[in-house]
């Protein structure tokens, strides 16, 4: 099965954004005010060309928002600690057409979760059917989903996703899951953590499992060390999706692909999995 890995622009955040530091409203604040930059990191978009449809998995950010008034004034963090580089011809829409695949074509846009950098692109989108976990969706949406941090104003009117609820049956470590395509090849766990409703895509190649794994951690390193990064709702639930993904890594050799790792598209180029640490 075919899958394009896609930078849809780049990002640079705070180190202490990508990396935790501190406890409470203290670790935002550190994400919020440290001076150091990381290098620019790529915001991913995958497509897997399925015989049921083609798969997206997120869809990146607008070209919007370089533009200084983007992000509303309630979100400091947006404001001050990230840098976004995304030219129109970087969006989704754009890029999907160049790879002579056509937008209408798409099953399926998976969300790993809400984020304004994941979220962006649905606009490309009008005949897809979206999926989101319900978590995700009741903290993301309305008014309380705006102050969690959510830009669900921008979403297009018609943005009504599937809410997926995992079944209460485990898949390996994972105490839930759901099924996406029929042949039962593409399998969605909730990841929470980064966000409450997080969820990742385990894509079977049959000796392989290709992860999507949205912001679980920021690189295949923050996950085998355990490392939280510094905005995510729930540390000690981020570090516990951590322990699951290694574990199943463990017994099935899994290639590792977070939205913004630079090493990603080399590791699925070459079906390079985890390296646990020695
Ligand atoms: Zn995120």
């Known amino acids: 099965m075919k899958i394009h890995g896609i930078e849809t622009g780049r990002v640079k955040v705070t180190e202490r954004w990508r990396e935790g530091e501190g406890k409470g409203i203290k670790r935002l604040l550190n994400a919020v005010f440290d001076k150091n930059m990381t ?33 509303p004034p309630y979100m400091p963090l947006l404001q001050r600690a990230a840098i ?32 304004q950098d994941h979220d962006g692109g649905l606009h490309h989108f009008p005949n897809a059917e979206f999926v989101v976990s319900r978590d995700e969706w009741n903290f993301a949406s309305g008014f309380k989903g705006r102050m969690n941090g959510y830009l669900n104003q921008r979403w297009p009117r018609s943005f009504s996703p599937t809410l997926v609820d995992f079944q209460k049956t485990p898949f390996g470590p994972f105490a839930s899951h759901a099924k996406l395509t029929h042949a039962g090849d593409v ?19 049959g000796d392989t499992t290709i992860m999507f794994a949205g912001d679980t951690s920021y690189t295949e390193r923050h996950l085998v060390q355990l490392m939280a990064d510094g905005v995510g709702t729930d540390i000690a639930a981020e570090i ?24 990603a598209l080399q590791r699925l180029a070459d079906r390079a999995i985890i390296k646990m640490q020695e």
Do not use: C
């Open 187 to 205: 399998t969605l766990v909730p990841t929470p953590g980064h966000s409450p409703g997080h969820l990742s895509v385990l894509l079977n190649e």
């Open 84 to 115: 976004f580089d995304v030219s129109p011809e970087d969006e989704i829409g754009p890029q999907i057409q160049r790879l002579g695949l056509n937008p209408d074509d798409v099953r399926w846009v998976v969300m790993t979760h809400l984020h």
């Open 240 to 263: 516990e999706t951590h322990r699951k993904i290694l574990a199943y890594a463990a017994e099935n050799p899994t290639v590792y692909l977070p939205s913004h790792d630079p090493d």
């Open 39 to 71: 290098g620019w990191l790529p915001i991913h978009v995958w497509i897997i060309e399925h015989p049921e449809g083609l798969i997206v998995i997120d869809t990146g950010v607008p070209s919007d928002a370089n533009k200084p008034r983007y992000f």
